[in-house]
């Protein structure tokens, strides 16, 4: 690492296509904790019309999205550094460790947090990122593909000692849950310091999240590699077949998804988890399926003149995407939360929904005002501060 490049960051050039794409992540993550009441619609539980269809559309999902655009910057500021001749593995290193402090300090405030997972499973890409496509691909799809599920649907069909036990996150969750709803501001943070984090760990150890977490990395390190969104252009027919492919495999598996969960519940076996684990299976590819639908649409109106017009006003909140995401909760769990306003127990679905409407609505205003004056977002700049190990990192800009 050369002195000027330590003592000097280079002010990042903009993907606009990338920065919207990033924003509607956060719409979708926005609305989805908004109606989650953050994390609190758990406790009494309210499934309308209204909540299946936002759940459908982004829950699982825009998170997925984000996971992508995590792959993707890793392979444009690796591959900016390598341009100039520096080795940026440990230096990205650091960056992660950075972001895992910062996802501990928000999980305090929110279990929901996914930084912290992100600094933890983001490390993943440093021991593949030598590969070529050929084998990144192969290393997606069987992260993709979930495997652990099929021994695990085998194990219960078969009776294998603790194969048919309830998955640990279930007891441990249902203990979190109900003490936050009783906790105040200071009960909340130790719980959330130990007990919840533990939750939230095992639930993406056991229910494939983190899997699919790696295999998204890897898919977005692969579309920087081929330029998938900086020359879009290029992928013209192979995106629109790929949408094609991506909304058929949405709705087969949303029916057999349906198919699944109406049987009966000792259809595989008399008691146990083998349709458990197989509706999770069935799941986790109905998620990635719409992820992609989202993504590859996404794409294909931004690149529409007048739809893309729309959309482009998404870039500035994905321009300062970690501020954004973090804003979120610092405003969302107050409202929500019993030692705040205690929204969860009023406000309901279609509410909660529009609230958080409004409240993105004013995060894209601000966010336009602000990138017109600074470089990053208040945390970005910070993040990047630290992760250089300097304050010379530019951040209000110059008329």
């Not at 924003?23 to 908004?34: Q, R, S």
């Not at 619609?41 to 984000?66: C, E, M, R």
């Not at 979190?176 to 939230?200: H, M, P, R, T």
Request: proline share 3%; with cysteine; charged share 10%.
């Amino acid at each position: 690492m050369t002195a000027t490049t330590l003592n000097h960051p280079d002010i990042p050039q903009r993907v606009e296509l990338v920065d919207a794409l990033r924003g509607f992540a956060l719409l979708g993550i926005c609305l989805v904790h908004f109606m989650e009441y953050f994390e609190l619609y758990w406790v009494n539980q309210d499934p309308t019309t209204l909540h299946n269809l936002i759940f459908f559309l982004f829950a699982g999902k825009a998170y997925a999205i984000f996971a992508l655009m995590f792959g993707l910057s890793f392979f444009i500021i690796m591959d900016n550094q390598a341009r100039k001749g520096v080795n940026f593995s440990y230096r990205f290193a650091w960056r992660l460790v950075i972001l895992l402090m910062l996802g501990y300090i928000h999980t305090l405030l929110y279990l929901g947090d996914i930084l912290s997972v992100l600094g933890v499973i983001g490390l993943s890409l440093l021991f593949v990122q030598r590969l070529d496509n050929r084998w990144l691909w192969v290393a997606a799809i069987l992260c993709l593909l979930q495997l652990p599920f099929y021994y695990q649907i085998y194990a219960a069909l078969a009776n294998l000692p603790g194969a048919n036990d309830a998955p640990s996150h279930w007891a441990v969750f249902g203990h979190v849950y109900g003490a936050i709803e009783k906790a105040n501001f200071a009960q909340l943070v130790a719980l959330n310091s130990w007990d919840g984090l533990a939750a939230k760990w095992l639930f993406f150890v056991e229910s494939g999240r983190g899997l699919q977490l790696i295999g998204l990395f890897i898919i977005g390190l692969i579309l920087g590699r081929i330029g998938f969104f900086t020359r879009p252009e290029k992928f013209s027919i192979i995106r629109v077949k790929a949408l094609v492919i991506a909304v058929v495999a949405s709705i087969v598996f949303l029916g057999l998804e349906k198919f699944i969960q109406q049987l009966p519940a000792n259809s595989l076996q008399e008691q146990g988890m083998a349709k458990m684990y197989l509706e999770q299976l069935v799941g986790s590819y109905l998620s990635t399926a719409v992820m992609a639908s989202l993504v590859l649409l996404f794409v294909q109106c931004y690149l529409w003149q007048k739809s893309g017009k729309l959309l482009n006003l998404l870039a500035p909140c994905g321009r300062v995407s970690l501020s954004v995401y973090l804003i979120q909760s610092v405003i969302g769990v107050p409202l929500f939360y019993p030692f705040g306003l205690g929204l969860y127990k009023t406000s309901g679905q279609t509410n909660s929904l529009l609230l958080g409407i409004a409240f993105y609505t004013v995060l894209i205003i601000i966010a336009h005002w602000w990138v017109k004056r600074f470089y990053y977002g208040p945390v970005e700049w910070l993040w990047r501060s630290a992760t250089y190990l300097t304050t010379k990192v530019p951040f209000k800009r110059v008329a």
